[in-house]
């Protein structure tokens, strides 16, 4: 059964870089059948994709976020990471990482649903 | 502003079938079969219950059904029970710069 854990600081300054890290653990992050996600939820609201990467490396993000995002992959340790900068209070969120098939093998694929998920972690900006 | 429109709500009482809708445009929905719907309990992670507009991963209740007509996806939830009570968010592939949207979300009550 693959499984999804995030870890990180539950507090960040405001302009200051918030930095996740996503454990796996039941999988290879090594597969080309799938991309590692990035998507958060703001309290009480919505979900916001932010990102995915597939394990050559290559990752692709919402244009939203205007650059701010960089998501990476650590295959040795079976994790991934998202650094987002330059935060401010907006960016206060649960940050969820998720595995997403993609569409058919290769990057550049269109991903084709986020399952499974981790559990979520809150993190808020504040000074 | 979520990039695609769901109704804030919709109820319906045990043994009722409920439909919601998802909204997009030609450059998602309408352009891509690669619609996906989840299911979130207050305080858990969101739960894929449909996938490629209509297919339903193991172990989801066939009581849950997609579809899409234009850009307008749909979920339709039959049988309902209470522990459908929840809230549902609809997701879709759009295309190679903005890969992918989800709508705003859709809260569920069972009467």
């Known amino acids: 059964q693959v499984q999804l854990q995030e870890s990180g600081p539950g507090l960040v300054k405001p302009s200051q870089t918030l930095s996740l890290t996503c454990t796996v653990s039941?999988?290879?992050?090594?597969?080309?059948?799938?991309?590692w996600s990035w998507i958060r939820q703001p309290p009480g609201r919505g979900l916001e994709f932010i990102g995915y990467?597939?394990?050559?490396?290559?990752?692709y993000y919402n244009p939203s976020l205007k650059s701010r995002a960089t998501i990476s992959l650590d295959p040795s340790k079976i994790q991934f990471s998202l650094d987002l900068n330059s935060v401010t209070a907006a960016d206060t969120a649960v940050y969820y990482c998720?595995?997403?098939?993609?569409?058919?093998?290769?990057?550049?694929?269109?991903?084709?649903?986020?399952?499974?998920w981790g559990q979520g972690i809150l993190v808020t900006v504040s000074s | 502003q979520s990039a695609l429109t769901q109704p804030a709500s919709v109820s319906g009482s045990p043994g009722q079938s409920i439909t919601i809708s998802c909204t997009g445009t030609?450059?998602?929905?309408?352009?891509?079969?690669?619609v996906s719907w989840y299911q979130q309990h207050p305080g858990k992670p969101p739960k894929l219950i449909i996938y490629e507009v209509y297919k339903r991963p193991s172990g989801v209740s066939n009581r849950f059904s997609g579809s899409k007509s234009g850009n307008t996806a749909s979920l339709t939830i039959s049988g309902l029970q209470a522990e459908d009570e929840a809230d549902y968010y609809c997701?879709?592939?759009?295309?190679?710069?903005?890969?992918?949207?989800f709508g705003g979300g859709t809260k569920l009550t069972v009467l």
């Open positions: 039941g999988a290879s992050i090594s597969s080309g059948d799938y991309y």
């Open positions: 998720a595995r997403a098939k993609t569409y058919y093998y290769g990057s550049g694929s269109p991903g084709n649903g986020f399952d499974p």
């Open positions: 990467i597939y394990y050559m490396g290559r990752a």
């Open positions: 030609s450059d998602d929905i309408g352009s891509y079969h690669l």
């Open positions: 997701c879709s592939y759009a295309g190679i710069t903005t890969f992918e949207v």
